[in-house]
């Protein structure tokens, strides 16, 4: 039997399910560096303090630092009947050290310890999403930019929808940068919340502070946080951190979906949109015709978990009482997962969607169906004095007839023109074009090219 750390009140050993369920180490070896980064400033701090003799301090540093080459190196055995990764890693420490590694101990309790070990890993997950985010949007204002001209010169024009209907005419580029927008305020709510995690909960003891003569002031800075959290009880007690970080993965990986569902949907034969590259698709192993978008698939389909993991988190912090409790060890996974997941789309996205090829005279026809430009017809007859709603009245008459005769509305004549309404003449055929429509949109926001040109590069600006 393993000696436990905690052994002394104890006369039996511990029943061996208990230790099977209670271990995290199996999950919690992912926070090997933070901790060893954590021991590290702490044995510092209680060195400075002269709560540990220089010599203390020199062979807790040096076997920490051999053992974090080990870990490194994949030479670190973990063991279950040890817990969770901060009792195995300072049983190690005595093996190589003696028993003055249990003076590392000193002013520190586990439950400040895995608070900054997650506050940390956290912290620099956030950061990282946030980077991954920035390269995402990075290269969908460069998407938006490109198709600005495409291969005919012409801006490439699509159907926007709603209800997934056709609506309006707008730029591809338009659309791209709708996605930069979403993911630019994805990137600052990681950038957000991780400046709220940039407090050291280390110092905190178990749950009240320590007699101790520490500098929590010291260790925060030694492990690049801006400052020590405020109230020992919400340093050991809080997940908040966590939940946030959650929610910001599931928001991020909400809008992942949705882009993944308009490429799955816009690959179609179909639609015909775009084609996703080779490196990206995969086959079938019974059609030979297939190129599936499992990419894209995927990515819509694991945003179910990345909720999955919010919703487990906040279950387990639900009612729970001040301050730390174990059931706080279940808020390691699932951000774990929510982070791998992330990254790993985030990255997928990165490299596939430079390489993806819009087909613009496909989406340009697929823009003039629909009577997508009736909303303009409408606009021409209210721009010579008729009121919006009977305009709107008219246009709706016309599309009418056009669709029983499955006709468009550019090619109705002067007479059927004037019957609909006195004040409709044949000049606005010119209005009615794709392009025409598309352009016309020069609100703020809109879609118009000379808008979308200036939004492309605001956003290059922002980048
Ligand atoms: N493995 C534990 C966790 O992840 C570390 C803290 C244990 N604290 C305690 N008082 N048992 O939460």
Redesign the pocket.
Known sequence: MTKKLWGGRFQEATDKLVEVFNA?VTF?QKLAEQDIRGSLAHVAMLGKQGILQPEEVTQITEGLNSILEDIRAGNFEWSVSL??V?MNIESRLRDRIGPVAGKLHTARS??DQ?ATDFRLFTKEAALELADLLHGLRTVMVLEAEKHLTSDEGQPVIMPGYTHLQVAQPILLSHWFLAYVEMLERDESRFRDAAKRMDESPLGAGALAGTPWPIDRFATAEALGFARPTRNSLDSVGSRDFALEFLAACSIATAHLSRLSEELILYSTFEFGFLTLPDSHTTGSSIMPQKKNPDVSELSRGKAGRVFGDLMALLTVVKGTPLA?N?D??ED?EPVFDAFETLAIILQLHIDMMPKAKWHAKVTRRAAQRGYSTATDLADYLARKGLPFREAHEVAGELVHLCVSQDRQLWDLTEEELKNAHELLTSDVAQYLTVESSANARLSYGGTGLERVREAVQDAKERL
């Open positions: 995290s919690d817990e969770d901060h586990r439950n895995v730390y174990k706080f060890q390691k």
